[in-house]
């Protein structure tokens, strides 16, 4: 009977939603044909919204990305801490709870869809896509925590609403209201998509996953309230964290993502140890065919967009949303926060997706016409060296939805105290919506909410990259000042500060 209720509570969402979700979808992933090129290929505007911005931040920057890999670390690594400084968390614990709402189930499948579609050479153009993509998180959060708000109580909000509003104003008055327009979108695609990407899509896809390694429909997680009830245990885990606010969320983050990422990573270094004659042959299969010479022009466009697409998707470069989480960092040195986060995409795209590429091209499993691109890609690469190995993977997708969902939370959190106000009653009603909408997803499947919630995070990238290119000077000059006090000496670690 619940069973029957919770099919008959899908369809009816999906009847009413699904033509809304369908148009808003097919608007903002609208994808221009490439006929010129070859037929088939289509080139997706957003993406080319999101990667054009990379590189010109990279060269409007000179490669900053590169050069502030060193003194990132340091950052990190708490070198130049200072406690006195206003904020909130460290630099470590910014950029973990930053890297935990990237890292999620398009390190795992978003990888298998496009080594599948566009074969290993996509790969190549997903690291690449990667690294520009550094730099543009950089320039974001730079931004958040120049424009951010510190209250008296210690608190901070930040991100590209504040941006949006006062560095506009700031930079022509006449861009205060054009601003405040912009600030206004921003923070109602991040609800959107802070409900549906952010929480509803990555507890329906850990569900399956469990569901999947334990038996499926007959196994333990196979009955009809199932799903409800690991929505309801995943809503407690959440809610007992959010509920202590950024906070709370940097304490568990900043021990969950290093496990998770290293957990992950020696799961792809097992398959990859167990071929590792095949190594070389991966390696050089991914650098050949990201030009496909044999497919002509049309090959090599149509690989290059894959790779692009799956690592504008997976890193969030571009989008804002790491700049609210960056702009609770304890600093006065906006410029510190945009040299840590050039260390996201790195880890997200760069080493996490490379290493699932690596695992499924080294297996061959991407050229297995008789299971659906995606997780069960990955699923198979694992398999193929220890039967039991997709139960390492499903731990490992519940552990990265579960870091999703804490991030997104406080996303969704300043983007609706942005709108209704900074106050308790806020606080607390937007926490309590969030955890119930960790059950709805992990119990129903509403494919077009998820689908609606999509758009919705990546509309947030086109009134931030707006703001982002109007205030371009005012971030190289942040981060220009910055290192030329750093390179002098006026600016050095606390141990050596006097």
């Known amino acids: 009977m619940q069973t029957v209720l919770a099919a008959t509570f899908d369809e009816q969402v999906d009847s009413w939603f699904a033509p809304i979700s369908e148009r808003i979808t097919s608007v903002v992933f609208y994808a221009v044909p490439l ?55 460290t630099h470590f614990q910014a950029l973990a709870t930053a890297v935990s709402g990237t890292v999620g189930l398009g390190n795992i499948a978003g990888v298998a869809v496009a080594i599948s579609l566009g074969g290993p050479g996509a790969t190549l153009w997903m690291i690449i896509a990667g690294l520009v993509g550094m730099c543009t ?14 209250y008296p109580d210690g608190r901070v909000s930040g991100g590209p609403m504040y941006y949006l509003t006062k560095g506009l104003e700031q930079k022509h008055p006449r861009l205060g209201t054009f601003g ?91 398959v990859l140890f167990a071929n590792f004659t095949e190594i070389p042959n991966a390696l050089w299969a991914i650098v050949s065919q990201a030009f496909t010479p044999e497919a002509g022009f049309g090959g090599v466009v149509g690989v290059l967009i894959q790779g692009f697409r799956r690592a504008a998707f997976s890193n969030e470069a571009g989008l804002g949303s790491a700049a609210i989480a960056h702009s609770a960092v304890k600093t006065n040195e906006p410029a510190t ?23 499924i091209v080294i297996t061959g499993t991407y050229a297995d016409e008789s299971s659906a691109p995606g997780v069960q890609t990955t699923s198979a690469a694992f398999e193929s060296v220890v039967g039991w190995f997709p139960i390492v993977l499903a731990i490992a997708v519940i552990l990265f939805a579960y870091s999703t969902m804490l991030a997104w939370s406080y996303y969704g959190l300043k983007a609706a105290t942005y709108l209704f106000g900074e106050s308790m009653l806020v606080d607390r009603t937007w926490k309590l919506i969030f955890c119930l909408f960790v059950i709805i997803g992990a119990s129903s499947t509403l494919d077009a909410v998820i689908g609606f919630s999509d758009s919705m995070i990546f509309l947030m990238s086109l009134p931030n990259i707006i703001g982002l290119y109007i205030l371009a000077r005012v971030v190289k000059r942040e981060i220009y000042g910055y290192r030329a006090r750093l390179e002098t000496g006026e600016i050095v670690p606390v141990a050596e500060r006097t």
């Open 137 to 150: 998180k950089g320039v974001e959060c730079t931004l958040g925590v120049k424009y951010r708000n510190v």
């Open 180 to 270: 405040k327009v912009l600030a206004v979108l921003f923070c109602i695609f991040t609800l959107g998509g802070a409900v549906g990407g952010g929480n509803m899509f990555q507890a329906n896809q850990a569900f399956s996953q469990a569901q999947s390694v334990t038996g499926g429909e007959d196994g333990p997680l196979g009955g009809g309230a199932a799903g409800a009830i690991f929505g309801l245990v995943m809503a407690l885990l959440v809610g007992a964290v959010i509920i202590g606010g950024i906070r709370s969320i940097a304490r568990v983050t900043d021990k969950l993502v290093p496990f998770m990422a290293i957990f992950y990573v020696l799961a792809c270094l097992t």
């Open 35 to 89: 006929d010129f090129v070859d037929d088939g290929v289509v080139l997706p505007l957003i993406v080319v919204w999101l990667v054009i911005a990379g590189f010109f931040f990279t060269i409007y920057l000179r490669g900053f990305q590169f050069r502030a890999f060193k003194h990132a670390i340091q950052l990190t690594r708490g070198d130049y801490n200072d406690p006195r400084d206003a904020g909130e968390v």
């Open 337 to 359: 926060e945009g040299h840590v986060a050039v260390l996201e995409p790195f880890i997200d795209t760069v080493v996490i997706c490379t290493m699932t590429a690596l695992a």
